[in-house]
């Protein structure tokens, strides 16, 4: 009896949020790629699960820049050490981001570990209206810069020019592929980016308007060890890996019944729709942005004492721009989101719907949540995750401004 040879991933994703992590693993899944999801850096020996695309979540979008490279460096380090051959670096599709960093001094340093002396930059995706002309990100018909990201509460976006940004996050040469090289075809964008390479262009801003452009770059980038950008390249490149439509073949397992809670701590405009949505259907609890962490976390413990664990119920401190609470407030609301997952799944909740990356990551690592089985999406880009360990919960973790008004209703309908 001959044994086919166990292949390791052949992509290995290190996602700067947690939602952005489920985002890239419904990507690589729709690409057909078997996909494993780990939140948090694992274990050096560790081995990656059986899969053709690894991701790991990590939390270093807003951590100081240090941590953040050092976080993404040890999964590079990771990945490598386990042969998987390719690194995919991905960032929010609205690029969010400060002077600061993090993203161009994560990409630097995954770059000089990986000995690689360029990559290609591009948030594009398309399905979400994230497009990139002349180096320029808009959302829909706007530019970055007038969407509501000018309003973030940890990194509001107020320039939508991705080379000056990034430029101020580097001390590389940063450059641009524009869109009329990219639409000549995968031969091209390699022809460009090593001319730009010649002149000494470590990030390349590429435009992209639609997945084919997408599928071009993708084709253009193959020979690059490290490539970066949101969803939408990322399914591009993982269509052209071997391995890409396994997936259609697989089963996957039914997920968890029971009550469920929704969390929601973010504040983007699609989310703000979803809570005041759902907030007609479900008994809601208000989290006060000004609250002590202790008054927080009895408040809600008590509130969840009385309601959960019967229908679904809905626990949140999403808040429009004047009425949030400063930067300090955050942490502590990411907090008390986190106590009443806690405690929530102490009473018997086991389907669980998180709005925001920040605050997917606090919930996740209250739970203690390691990694999941990532299955269908409930909309674009948000995928039902399923936990490995005990008690199996079925996970949603949403990314600020996906799905549609009726999601958290309909989430929670769709897995009783
Ligand atoms: N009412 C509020 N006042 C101030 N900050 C808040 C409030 N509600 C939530 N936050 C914080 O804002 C951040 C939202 O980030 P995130 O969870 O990534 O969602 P999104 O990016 O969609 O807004 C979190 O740190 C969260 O705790
Ligand atoms: O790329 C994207 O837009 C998402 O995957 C993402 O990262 C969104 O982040 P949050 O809005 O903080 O959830």
Redesign the pocket.
């Known amino acids: 009896m001959t044994v086919a040879p166990q292949r390791g991933p052949l992509l290995g994703c290190v996602a700067d ?1 947690y939602t952005g992590g489920t985002d890239v693993a419904a990507a690589l899944r729709r690409a057909g790629l078997r996909t494993a999801l780990l939140f948090g850096r694992p274990e050096a020996d560790t081995p990656p699960p059986e899969c053709d695309a690894v991701v790991v979540a990590l939390k270093t979008r807003t951590a100081p820049v240090a941590e953040a490279v050092s976080a993404s460096l040890a999964v590079r380090e990771w990945l490598a050490g386990h042969g998987v051959p390719r690194v995919y670096v991905k960032y929010c599709s609205t690029f969010d981001s400060t002077d600061e960093g993090n993203i161009g001094p994560i990409v630097d340093a995954v770059l000089d570990a990986a000995g690689t002396v360029q990559t290609v930059v591009c948030p594009a995706a398309p399905e979400h209206g994230r497009t990139v002309y002349q180096g320029h990100l808009f959302v829909g018909d706007r530019l970055l810069s007038q969407s509501p990201m000018r309003h ?3 990194t509001p976006m107020t320039d939508p020019d991705l080379v000056a940004v990034l430029s101020r996050q580097t001390p590389h040469p940063v450059g641009l592929l524009p869109l009329r090289t990219v639409r000549r075809g995968g031969a091209a964008v390699r022809a460009a980016l090593d001319e730009l390479g010649r002149r000494g262009v470590r990030h390349v801003v590429a435009d992209a308007t639609c997945d084919e452009d997408l599928t071009a770059l993708a084709a253009g980038t193959a020979h690059l060890p490290v490539v970066t950008g949101a969803a939408g390249l990322a399914r591009a490149v993982g269509h052209l890996l071997p391995g890409a439509g396994a997936v259609e073949r697989e089963e996957t397992p039914p997920l968890s019944r029971g009550p469920g809670i929704v969390l929601s ?4 405009a699609a ?1 703000l729709g979803q809570v005041e949505h759902a907030r007609k259907v479900f008994p809601s609890y208000r989290l006060a ?1 000004d609250g002590a962490p202790d008054e927080l976390a009895a408040g809600v413990r008590a509130w969840l004492d009385a309601h959960a664990g019967r229908g679904p119920v809905m626990v949140y ?3 429009a721009p004047g009425e ?2 400063d930067a300090r ?2 942490e502590v ?2 907090q008390a989101l986190a106590e009443a997952a806690r405690h929530a799944v102490g009473l018997g909740v086991r389907r669980i719907v998180v709005a ?4 997917s990551g606090a919930v996740v690592r209250g739970l203690g949540i390691g990694s999941v089985i990532v299955t269908g999406e409930a909309d674009r880009g948000v995928p039902w995750c399923l936990t490995t360990g005990e008690p199996r919960l079925a996970l949603l973790l949403k990314s ?1 401004n996906f799905g549609r008004d009726d999601l958290f209703v309909r989430a929670m309908e769709e897995t009783e």
């Not at 925001?356 to 605050?359: K, L, V």
Request: with cysteine.
């Open positions: 949020d973030h509460p940890l701590g973010s504040c983007s989310t942005p401190s999403s808040a949030r609470g407030a955050g609301l990411e925001g990356g920040e605050t600020g």
